[in-house]
């Protein structure tokens, strides 16, 4: 079965940080392209970023919003995705999903149950 | 960044109608462009990709058509299962970005 189970979500203060994880199972990790979507409570979907495939440069790409807070790696000798915040806003809190991108139009047909990640004094 | 303008931002419905939401994006994204339906507290699922290729497994009723600009996605006979909030995104260059999404509330 293709899953994808965040962790690592919590409390944290203004200007901290925090790494959350995301470990895929059932399918060829070191191929796939991964991305991390955010969603605000009560609000829409928002992209995070992207890491590409090592095969395909490994290179990231990162929404406005967290571009220079945010660094999203992989490790796929453990098929484990992370995203490192830093410099955390309050406007950061929201649910933390891990997605894989696939198809032509890399769309995310597989997402995590989401961590929950609230930015607060 | 390129936008993505979904319309309306809600609707209400009753089963049997036939819905459509538009999703315009502020350049041409091609057919770089899929459809997510979300339910309250749930994954978004993927239901369509390339603006008109249906996912395995998602109803006929759905269909979605465009290209450049101007996109939408059609339920032809809505289903009591069929409320929810609807996503259009590009993944035509990053930053990929979302619609702001369309509620489907029960009329």
């Known amino acids: 079965e293709v899953q994808l189970v965040e962790s690592g979500g919590g409390l944290v203060k203004p200007g901290g940080s925090l790494r959350l994880s995301c470990a895929a199972s059932g399918f060829t990790f070191n191929h796939a392209w991964m991305s991390w979507v955010r969603q605000a409570p009560g609000k829409g979907l928002e992209w995070v970023g992207r890491i590409k495939s090592k095969t395909s440069g490994g290179t990231t790409d990162y929404a406005t919003p967290v571009k220079g807070r945010f660094i999203i790696s992989r490790d796929d000798s453990k098929n484990t995705l992370y995203l490192q915040m830093n410099s955390l806003k309050t406007e950061d809190t929201a649910v933390y999903s891990c997605?894989?991108?696939?198809?032509?139009?890399?769309?995310?047909?597989?997402w995590g149950q989401g961590t929950m990640v609230t930015v607060s004094s | 960044d390129i936008q993505m303008t979904q319309s309306p931002s809600s609707l209400s419905a009753s089963v049997g109608d036939r819905v459509t939401i538009t999703c315009r994006a502020s350049q041409s994204i091609t057919i770089y462009l899929n459809w997510y339906q979300q339910k309250l507290g749930k994954a978004p699922k993927l239901l369509i990709s390339a603006a008109s290729s249906l996912q395995n497994g998602v109803p006929s009723r759905f269909s979605g058509s465009g290209s450049g600009t101007d996109f939408t996605l059609t339920i032809s006979s809505l289903q009591p299962e069929d409320f929810a909030t609807y996503y259009c995104?590009?993944?035509?260059?990053?930053?990929?970005?979302f619609g702001q999404g369309t509620k489907v509330e029960i009329k």
């Open positions: 997605t894989w991108a696939t198809g032509t139009t890399l769309a995310f047909e597989i």
């Open positions: 995104q590009q993944t035509y260059s990053t930053p990929w970005t």
